[in-house]
Every structure is written in C-alpha cells, then in structure tokens.
C-alpha cells in the first residue's frame, strides 16, 4: 500500500510539474528573459565599440583636434551625470552593486528601485554617451545590472516570487554573455554575488547562462575576447613573476578598491548640502581631468583599454607607466557619478602592470600580462575564483591555469591585508540604506496623509 501511495505521489508530483500551465508559463518567460540578455549584451557591446570609435576618429581627425576632449569629455561627464539623477537614480556607477543591493531588499517596490527596464535602457544608453566622451568605463557591470533587470521583469511577468535567484541568474547570464565566458558567469554568480552557494538557484544560474550564451552566439559567434594565448610558465623568471605579479596586483588593487570606497563616502557627505550642482561640478572637473590625462598619455587612457590588453596579451607591451595613468583614469571616472563599469578597465590595469613586470624581469609579456590581469583583479574584487576563471576562459590559455591559479589567490590575499571589504559589497550598502530611508519615507507619506471622507 505504501509502495502505490508513494507511486502515486510522484505520478501527481510530476504532472504538476509538467503538465500545468502557470509553470509552462513561468519557464517560458524566464527562457524568453534569458535569451534577451543575450541578445540585449551583444548589441550593448557593438555599440559600446561603436561609440569608442566614433570618439577615437573625432580626436584623431585633424591637426589640433587631439583637443577635442578638453571640450567633449567635461560636457559628456555633466550630461550623463544630470540626466542619471533627472531620468534614472541608481544608474550611476557599475551596475553590480545595485544587483547586490537588490538581493538584499525583501520588498518589492524596493527592488524595483533598482533593477527595472527604464533603468536598464538608461544605463545602456548612458553607458554609451560616457563612452563617446572618452571616459574609463566599460560595458560588462552595466550588463549585470541590464540583466538583472531584465530577468526581474520576467519574473514579474510570470508571476515568480523568488526574485532573489533570478536577480542572481540575470547578472550570470549577463557576465557569460558580455564576455563569452558560461563557467565565468556561473562562478561569479555564486563566488561575487552571492557569497554563498545556493542549490536552490544553481539550475536557474546554469540555464540562464546557457541561454543567453545561445543569444550571443548566434548573434556573435564563437569567439575569445582576447583572443588566443598560448603561454605558460616554463622557467624560474616565470615564476617569479608570477609572484610578483599576484602580489603586487592584489595590492594595487586594494589600494584602488580602499580609495573608491572611501572617496565615495567622502563625496556622498560632500555632496548632501546641494546635491544637483555639487555633483555636477564634479563631474565636469573629472571630465576634464580625464580629458588631461588621455592627451598626455596619447589617448591611450581614454575607453575600455582593451586595445591595449589585448595587445599585452598577444606580446607587445604598451607604456611602462600606462597601468598607472589608467589606474587614475578609472578612478575619476569612477568618482564622478557617471554609469560605467570597472570590469574592462581593471584588465587593462592589470594587463599594463603585468606587461611592465614581465618586461623587466626578461619574461613572457603574454603572460605577464594574464597573471598581471588575474592578481590585480582579484585585488580589486577579491574574488578569487571569478578572476582566474574569466582570464581563462577569455583568453583561452589552458597552458597558463596554474599560474592564473596562483596569481589570482596571492592577489586575493595580498588584497586582504588592506582592505577587509570587498569593492562591490562595500558599495551595495549605500544602495540598500538609501532604498531603506525611501521606503520608510513612503511608509511615513502614507500614514500622514488623510484619510478620505
């Protein structure tokens, strides 16, 4: 009798999980979600190298229009920070700590604060201006946010209350996407993200991922961002490098994380008197400074850097010093308020670091660079996993995993020396306060308002 109870369980068990419509619906809106962030990154993408090319050509035009963005890049700064404040609050910055943020958020009005289809198209379309004014910034965060957004939707339109794993299976799909890298997006989603792993929302990770890889490569086809690489550490200067490179990767990119975390604070306070024109003017003052530094450096730290990266990585090493003017210009432009990401940005830091490391040790530039790019990122994030995995998989260098492997955890740990809080979740707490301060000062609006007759 237990025996055929039990069959019978399972036979009603699994018609209901087959047979019934709301789930066939809640699937199929979430397969539809993950497709279009495959879709929606790939086309975010071409027109982010669109718009850095349609900087470039302007500023390379002429005799004197390398002085082009003394007057572009201030002006770009102030419009895109105006209209995030005007049109969309909670644009500005990276994008990933507001999909943090919103993990964190039980409320539904709360979440949408954050992650929604207005402020997806904003911070694709803001992205792009900051783009076209030379700014530091790159396209994949902004994709975790444009993704988490889009799969938010979805679960919406498909009636899905557990939105806090498919905001986590949106930024995966969003990374695996913007990137090329499926394992990557997975590791992130759980390593990043979460902090934690969560069996109850790993097949909705794998699926979105897989999904909106299927997007980006019938769009864009199979490739590697940066192309192949085939190096790997066969001698004693290798290895040493390798150290060097994590270590003092990871502490470079702790410093940058301490400085972005405190700076923001510190401008948050300074700002509260009058925040309209305050952070306008300094989005102006950064658009200048970055205007300054891309001329002295030959345009070099203007856009994504991945120009350069990739050219590190496949053997030619650019300016010894170029890390260091990048480091700032992705700095500025993070302070200023604009939408924008760290990711690319950050690679080329690392990349430029490990390229000087390399070349001065006598050792393989294409792998000083990948080990450059694995310890300072790990510095910057720390995580550990994620940096190792997104390097690999980017640059398809199975030779060098070992070395990737320990570049990437002595930057971790390096890192942990000076700074106890990652970048990203440091970040997301003032996101989260201020959704908190909104919601009680909505609560309090409502409870003052009189009641009608």
Known sequence: MSRYYSKSKLLRRGRAMWGSYQVWRMRLVFWLGALAIGAVSVGFARLADVAQHLFSTARTAGQWTFLLPLVITPLGFVLCAWLAMQFFPNAQGSGIP?????????????????????LAVGKIVL?????????????????????????????????????????????????????NTPLAGIVFAIEEMSRTYESR????????????????????????YFGGAPSAALHASDWWMVVICGIGGGLLGAIFSTAALRG????????????????????????????????????????????????????????????????????????????????????????????????????????GALVGMAGYFAGVVQAPMTAFVIILEMSDSRESVIALMAASMLGYIAAR???????????????????????????????????AP
Do not use: C
């Open 417 to 451: 020396f000076i700074s106890s809080e990652p970048l990203y979740h440091g970040l997301s707490r003032a996101f989260i306060a201020d959704s908190i301060r909104a919601s009680r000062a909505h609560q309090r609006a409502d409870a003052e308002r009189p009641a």
């Open 98 to 118: 507001q999909a943090i943020a919103a993990r964190h958020l039980h409320d539904r009005e709360d979440r949408a604060r954050l992650l929604n289809l207005k």
């Open 264 to 367: 923001a604070r510190r401008i948050k306070r300074w700002a509260q008197p009058d925040i309209r024109r305050r952070m306008l003017m300094l989005a102006g003052a950064s658009g200048l400074a970055i205007a300054l530094l891309g001329i002295l450096s030959s345009g070099a730290t203007f856009g994504t850097g991945y120009e350069q990266a990739r050219a590190a990585v496949e053997g030619t090493a650019p300016s010894p010093f170029f890390f260091l003017e990048k480091l700032a210009a992705t700095f500025i432009s993070m302070m200023s308020g604009i939408p924008g990401g760290i990711f690319a940005p950050s690679l080329s830091v690392g990349a430029g670091f490990g390229s000087t490391v390399a070349t001065l040790l006598g050792a393989s530039i294409s792998l």
């Open 127 to 179: 992205t792009i201006t900051g783009l076209l004014s030379g700014a530091s910034i790159g396209r994949e965060g902004p994709t975790v946010q444009v993704g988490a957004s889009i799969m938010l939707q979805a679960a919406r339109w498909g009636g899905v209350e557990q939105a806090r794993g498919l905001i986590l299976a949106g930024s995966a799909a969003g990374i695996a996407a913007a990137f």
């Open 201 to 224: 929302t790993n097949g909705a990770v794998l699926t979105a991922v897989i999904l909106a890889g299927i997007a980006a490569l019938g769009l864009n086809g199979n490739y590697t």
